[in-house]
């Protein structure tokens, strides 16, 4: 008989997995069908995520009556997140669930973690004083997350090669049917710069950006800026807070970039489909 699955780690529902993530996960070529049952790797994945356990601690037996190998777990996580397995997920859970956003405004920041194995994308960052990595998010007017950039090395800091990072999200939100013209984006004075102002103007998002004191080119310029709206940039720190309580994100031990940028999309996976009724 199976082990029954604490509760207060159910972070998503069995009938969830089935009908949210399930679909969008790979299966292997020509019909071939796993002999696990891919709602209890899929738990074990997210038990890994909220826990911030070493993969190999996985309480495996609490979910298989018959014993499995935790490598067996960590196959499966490693290769949905190479094929883009996961980000499919998410896609197609935001596209399909628009309606639960607020995009009055969206807020854009980058987020340094600290690195404690090393791996790609990693690198010393002075004011943290240690090694981290970096991601830029961008959230709506709640703190729903709704794309990120890959993984830099926290030497860089938020504006290094911005051009290619929005790319990244604009295509992102083009990938879940969201437009993006005629958006409110606020971003802190670490994004005050005229290259990026432009960006924005290009894509037809209106830049509600603070002004860089520091930046001679600005501060004699009249950019629009409305301090009202301004305020609602805290949302994209409660999102931030909202990431780290899942504890596999909230210290980077993959050192694997790719994985690392797949257990942020499985979090933004989790805190939306907490939202969805069935």
């Known amino acids: 008989m199976q082990k029954k699955i604490s509760n207060h780690l159910e972070l998503i529902s069995e009938y969830k997995i089935k ?5 969008h996960l790979s299966r292997g070529k020509r019909g071939f069908k796993s002999k696990f049952d891919l709602i209890k790797i899929v738990q074990l994945i997210l038990k890994r995520l ?19 190998s935790w490598q067996i777990v960590y196959y499966y996580f490693n290769k949905w997140s190479k094929d883009g397995s996961f980000y499919k997920v998410w896609t197609n859970l935001l596209s399909k669930n628009k309606k639960l956003l607020d995009m009055s405004s969206v807020q854009l920041d980058g987020s340094h973690t600290r690195a404690r194995l090393g791996g790609e994308a990693v690198d010393y960052q002075g004011r943290k004083k240690c090694k981290t990595s970096n991601i830029i998010f961008l959230c709506d007017n709640q703190g729903q997350m709704l794309a990120m950039s890959s993984v830099k090395s926290g030497s860089h ?5 911005i051009e290619d990072v929005f790319d990244e999200i604009i295509a992102q939100l083009e990938q879940s049917d969201i437009p993006h013209k005629g958006l409110f984006l606020n971003a802190d004075a670490g994004f ?15 830049a509600n950006i603070k002004i860089n004191t520091r930046n001679s080119k600005s501060i004699n310029k ?23 309580s899942f504890k596999s994100l909230l210290i980077r031990f993959e050192t694997s970039a790719i994985n690392w940028k797949n257990l942020h999309y499985i ?3 989790v805190l939306l489909s907490r939202k969805i009724k069935v």
């Open 19 to 23: 009908e949210f993530i399930l679909p």
């Open 267 to 269: 979090a933004f996976i």
């Open 192 to 206: 005050d710069s005229d290259d990026f102002r432009n960006l924005l103007d290009k894509n037809e998002i209106i």
């Open 157 to 161: 800091h938020d504006f290094f090669e």
């Open 222 to 244: 009249e950019y629009y800026f409305d301090d009202k709206l301004y305020k609602r940039r805290f949302k994209i720190e409660k999102a931030n807070a909202w990431i780290d």
């Open 50 to 68: 909220k826990t911030g356990c070493q993969w190999r601690e996985l309480s495996v037996k609490e979910y298989f009556s018959d014993a499995i």
